[in-house]
Nanobody
Framework: QVQLVESGGGSVQAGGSLRLSCAAS????????MGWFRQTPGKEREFVGG???????YFADALEGRFTMSRDNVKNTVYLQMNNLKPEDTAVYYC????????????????WGQGTQVTVSS
């Protein structure tokens, strides 16, 4: 497994932007598809998006267009750029790593960060 540490969360007004970072260590970063999930109290963890080792990104349908992802395979870091944020984007955001190609299910990811809080006010 790989160790993951998220950063960049915070509070922002609706319409604003945030960029989350996830630094990986411990294993070969390019062995993994990286993903982001989010969770609000009382709800299951929700898939946000993933990025392949080649840099190709894919997203939950509802988030396509507002969120983008990138990865730096030298710095072993993945980024989630969130634009035009809405109050319903408020959640704890988790970085995750998967040995699979193009996963979307929580069960397909075997390494998780501790999460970072994103709060969007109206």
């Amino acid at each position: 497994q790989v160790q993951l540490v998220e950063s960049g969360g915070g509070s922002v007004q609706a319409g604003g932007s945030l960029r989350l970072s996830c630094a990986a260590s411990g294993r070969t970063f390019t062995d993994y598809t990286m993903g982001w999930f989010r969770q609000t109290p009382g709800k299951e963890r929700e898939f946000v998006g993933g990025i392949l080792l080649t840099g190709g990104a894919y997203f939950a349908d509802a988030l396509e267009g507002r969120f983008t992802m990138s990865r730096d395979n030298v710095k072993n870091t993945v980024y989630l750029q969130m634009n035009n944020l809405k109050p319903e984007d408020t959640a704890v955001y988790y970085c995750a790593a998967s040995p699979h190609w193009g996963p979307r299910l929580e069960a397909d990811f075997n390494s998780w960060g501790q999460g970072t809080q994103v709060t969007v006010s109206s």
